[in-house]
């Protein structure tokens, strides 16, 4: 069983879409699951009715893409559960194993105010996997030695203490295109970049998604070709009109001499890509009811799911 969270930390993006949640829709197994991981956006400064409002947006995404119902469940819904299996968790881990953290180092390098919980949220994060006994666990280059914790912590548990944990694999994600920031084609995409000049919002409207993508960065060349090393900007037009077309970029690139052309036609085939989701998406967000009656049932499965570990884990280790 896999486990996938994605962080509220922004809107949703294109490339979040492409590269991850149109594949989850499309590729999930019937016992994955999927979750708003609104707990680990409150790492560092936060408006709390902002994170409210995401993560119920992201939620209504995630079911507006094709993920079914569920399969979903927000994070903070699971607060209790998941605050206990933390605790024992972080009981079961070392300072120096958190610490050892790179994106702890390299957040917290240096700043004043740190939260400590950017120094745990790796911790959660485990319990976010260890209660759900998912055995394979999604995550990119970033997030594996977070994964490593979690395997760490759920051996050093069940020989210490007995077995409740299943051994979580980091697994490779499934992936779509890489889509790289219109404005800045050298970064990636992202949906908590502060310029969002060169992100296309999955709600965004579509006269906004043409104008973002009309003013898309690209180069002095007499016209477009596939090249993402040189001319990373017209490659990353290719790669999503590709992607939202269900060819590739060379194919793509065969097609158009002009960039005029080719961003009418990049706008022309996102928007059609985006609509139902947007439309979907703006349909369970203007009946608040139906979407927490939703969301109070993913949060109670995935509970239900986690509830034997967390009790065991505490009875195991002394409580209770
Ligand atoms: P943040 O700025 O908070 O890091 P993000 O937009 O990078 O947000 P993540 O929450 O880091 O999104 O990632 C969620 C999922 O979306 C991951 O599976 C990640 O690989 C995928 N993803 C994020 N950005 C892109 C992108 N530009 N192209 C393709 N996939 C992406
Ligand atoms: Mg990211």
Same mark, same amino acid.
């Given at each position: 069983m896999r486990l996938s969270g994605i962080t509220p930390s922004g809107h949703a993006q294109l490339g979040n879409h492409l590269g991850a949640i149109a594949r989850w829709a499309a590729d999930g197994a019937p016992e994955d699951l999927y979750f708003v991981s609104d707990l680990h956006a409150m790492t560092t400064t936060h408006n709390p009715a902002g994170l409210r409002g995401r993560a119920g947006e992201l939620l209504a995404v995630l079911i507006a893409s094709g993920i079914p119902a569920e399969r979903v469940f927000v994070q903070s819904d699971l607060a209790r559960e998941l605050g206990a299996l933390t605790w024992v968790l972080e009981c079961t881990c070392s300072y120096g194993e958190a610490a050892r953290m790179i994106q702890f180092k390299e957040k917290a390098g240096g700043q004043h105010g740190v939260r400590l919980s950017l120094l745990t949220y790796p911790v959660l994060m485990a319990a976010d996997i260890l209660l759900q006994g998912a055995d394979e666990v999604p995550v990119g280059q970033d997030q594996s030695q977070h994964v490593e914790l979690a395997r760490a912590l759920a051996r050093r548990f069940n020989s210490t203490y007995g077995e409740v944990f299943t051994i979580p694999e980091p697994v490779l994600p499934v992936t779509g295109a890489r889509v790289r920031d219109l404005a800045d084609p050298t970064r990636k995409m992202s949906k908590s970049t502060r310029d969002s000049a060169g992100v296309v919002f999955v709600l965004d409207e579509p006269t906004l998604i043409r104008r973002k993508i009309r003013r898309a960065v690209t180069d002095a060349q007499p016209a477009p070709a596939y090249d !993402?090393?040189?001319? !990373?900007g017209v490659s990353n037009l290719l790669e999503i009109l590709g992607a939202c077309t269900g060819t590739t970029p060379q194919e793509v690139a065969a097609e158009y001499t002009s960039y005029g052309a080719l961003k009418e036609a990049v706008a022309a085939a996102v928007i059609e890509t985006l609509r139902p989701v947007r439309e979907h998406t703006l349909a369970l967000l203007s009946d608040p009811a139906e979407l927490d009656r939703v969301r109070k049932a993913g949060a109670v499965r995935a509970a239900e799911r986690g509830e034997h570990r967390v009790n065991a884990a505490l009875r195991l280790i002394g409580a209770g």
């Open positions: !993402p090393e040189t001319r !990373p």
